[in-house]
């Protein structure tokens, strides 16, 4: 059992004025709102009912804080860019994502949902331009690689890694992986990077080397 099992609930920020105080280690989760992103987050922590799934794209309006103990933290950020929500909502969602990771100190890396069939869609681009902007690491999980064949899934991570590496000034700061919450894959690679992040402990007991 990885230590992320640990994370539990501890509250819903409307604002950033809602959120616990600014400091310790956070890994914020991005993504568009039917890549993926909460079944991504219960099979990272092997809790399939931390974050709420729902069928309906768009249901987390809120930042939803997940605690691994009072340094360390999970932020599951509203999803974007698929939402059938009125304009003025999602202007309130990006206002308040764009807040947080511009502001938030303890903020140590972005993991970025895709959907492996539909990867780098113009929210995924942004999204990733925050991460460059702030000068902060991005791990990106193809998600639903268990939908395509293996040489499917083989050569949607070799374009992806292509264009981030030619879209990007400093390559190391971008990871990619495929990745597949019902069938298992690459949870332990993206637990990796995590903990690092978050200067957690790994599952043999020694520290954890961090990843980019």
């Known amino acids: 059992m990885h230590i992320l099992h640990t994370a539990k609930f501890l509250k819903s920020a409307a604002s950033l004025r809602d959120m616990p105080a600014d400091h310790g280690r956070e890994v914020a989760f991005a993504g568009r709102s039917n890549a993926g992103k909460s079944s991504a987050l219960n099979a990272l922590a092997t809790h399939k009912g931390l974050a709420r799934v729902s069928k309906t794209p768009g249901r987390t309006q809120l930042l939803n804080v997940f605690a691994l103990d009072d340094e360390r933290r999970l932020v599951d950020l509203p999803g974007y860019g698929y939402a059938k929500v009125p304009v003025g909502v999602r202007d309130q969602w ?22 492996s069939r539909h990867p780098l869609k113009d929210f995924d681009r942004q999204m990733l331009d925050y991460a460059a902007g702030i000068a902060k690491p991005c791990h990106v999980l193809l998600t639903k690689a268990d939908k395509l064949s293996r040489n499917e899934a083989a050569r949607t991570l070799s374009a992806v890694r292509k264009d981030l590496d030619s879209a990007t000034s ?3 700061a971008v990871s990619v ?16 990077v995590i903990s690092g992040w978050l200067d957690l402990p790994s599952v043999t007991g020694g520290p954890a080397s961090p990843k980019a």
Do not use: C, H, N, P
């Open 94 to 115: 990006r206002g308040m994502v764009d807040g947080y990771l511009r502001s938030r100190e303890a903020l140590k890396g972005l993991v970025l949902i895709m959907d």
């Open 170 to 172: 400093d390559a190391a």
């Open 177 to 192: 992986q495929l990745f597949s919450s019902t069938a298992k894959t690459g949870l332990d690679e993206a637990r990796a």
